[in-house]
C-alpha cells in the first residue's frame, strides 16, 4: 500500500476548496435542495441548483463536479440527468451519484441503471441497501431508508467494480473502496442519521472534494472524514435534532485543520486480489 496519509490529505482537499471554490452543478431533489445547497457553501464550494434539460448541458461545463441525485424523481429529470452527465464526461467533469432508494421501486431501479449506462460515474454515495442493491447483494430497503445489509464493505467493493470508479457506503462505519483500496471511517454521531438529508448533504461534500482531488477514492474517503468530523463537533452542542441541523452547518463552515487532525478516524486497506 503506498503511502496515503488520510488526515493529511483531508487537511489539503479542504485548504485547496476554499481556496478554489469550486462550482458544483447539483441536480437533486426537493426535499434536501436547500441544505445541499448549504452545505456546500459551508465546506468552501458554490453550488448550483439546475436540471431543466435546456440548461444542464451548458451548466455542467463550468463546473468542478455534477451530482445526479435520483431521491425525488421524475422521468424528465432522469432525461436531463443523463445529458448532463454525458456532458460531463465530455468535459472531463466528475460526476457523482446518489442512488436514494434505489432498489425500493422499479422506476428508481431502472432510472439509476439507465444513468450507469450512458454516463461515466465516478464516485456512487448512497446507505447500505442502496448499494448493497445496485451490487445485487441481500438487502431490505423501505422507501428510502436502509433496513438490512448484509455486507455493507462488500457492497462498496461491488459497486466500485461495477462503475470502475470508487463507492461510498454510510453508515455507522463508512466504508469507501475502488479497483484496488478500501477505506473505514469511524468518524460522525447519530444524530447525523436522525434528520433528513444528511446523506444527500454528504454526496455534496463528496462533490467537492472531488471537484479539487482527482483521485476518487481519496475525494470520497477524505470527504467523509470532513464530514463526519463536523457531525461529532455539531452533536457536542446539540439538544437534538432540531438543533443539531443548524450546528452542522456551522462545524461544516467552521471546520479547520486542527479539528481534522485531532479527529480522524480512518484505516486503509487494500482490495484482496
Same mark, same amino acid.
Given at each position: ?82 445529458? @448532463? *452527465?454525458?456532458? %460531463?464526461?465530455?468535459? !472531463? =467533469?466528475?460526476? &457523482? ?5 434505489? +432498489? $425500493?421501486? #422499479? ?27 445496485? @451490487? *445485487?447483494?441481500? %438487502?431490505?430497503?423501505? !422507501? =428510502?431508508?436502509? &433496513? ?5 464493505? +462488500? $457492497?462498496? #467493493? ?116
Amino acid at each position: 500500500m503506498p503511502d496515503l496519509d488520510l488526515t493529511e490529505a483531508t487537511v489539503a482537499a479542504l485548504a485547496e476548496i476554499r481556496a478554489r471554490r469550486p462550482l458544483i452543478h447539483q441536480i437533486t431533489n426537493y426535499v434536501v435542495m436547500n441544505d445541499t445547497a448549504n452545505v456546500t457553501l459551508h465546506i468552501g464550494a458554490s453550488p448550483v441548483m439546475a436540471h431543466a434539460l435546456g440548461e444542464v448541458e451548458e451548466m455542467v461545463r463550468y463546473a468542478g463536479a455534477l451530482v445526479l441525485n435520483i431521491g425525488t424523481l421524475e422521468p424528465a429529470w432522469v432525461e436531463a440527468m443523463v445529458a @448532463a *452527465g454525458r456532458q %460531463a464526461n465530455a468535459s !472531463g =467533469v466528475p460526476v &457523482v451519484l446518489d442512488p436514494v432508494g434505489v +432498489g $425500493a421501486t #422499479r422506476l428508481r431501479t431502472d432510472a439509476v441503471e439507465e444513468i450507469l449506462g450512458a454516463v461515466r460515474v465516478d464516485v456512487v454515495r448512497g446507505n447500505a441497501a442502496e448499494l448493497s442493491s445496485m @451490487a *445485487g447483494l441481500a %438487502a431490505a430497503i423501505r !422507501g =428510502v431508508d436502509s &433496513v438490512t445489509a448484509d455486507d455493507p464493505a +462488500g $457492497a462498496a #467493493r461491488a459497486v466500485a467494480g461495477r462503475t470502475g470508479g470508487a463507492a461510498v457506503v454510510s453508515g455507522a462505519v463508512d466504508h469507501v473502496a475502488d479497483a484496488t483500496r478500501t477505506a473505514s471511517i469511524s468518524n460522525g454521531h447519530p444524530l447525523m442519521g436522525a434528520i433528513t438529508g444528511s446523506g444527500c448533504m454528504a454526496t455534496a461534500v463528496v462533490a467537492s472534494f472531488r471537484a479539487v482531488v482527482d483521485d476518487s477514492f481519496v475525494a470520497a474517503a477524505t470527504a467523509m472524514i470532513a464530514f463526519g468530523i463536523a457531525g461529532e463537533i455539531a452533536a457536542r452542542q446539540s439538544a437534538g435534532p432540531g438543533t443539531f441541523r443548524q450546528n452542522l452547518m456551522d462545524a461544516v463552515y467552521l471546520l479547520d485543520a486542527d479539528a481534522i487532525r485531532s479527529r480522524a478516524r480512518a484505516e486503509l486497506g487494500a482490495v484482496a486480489a
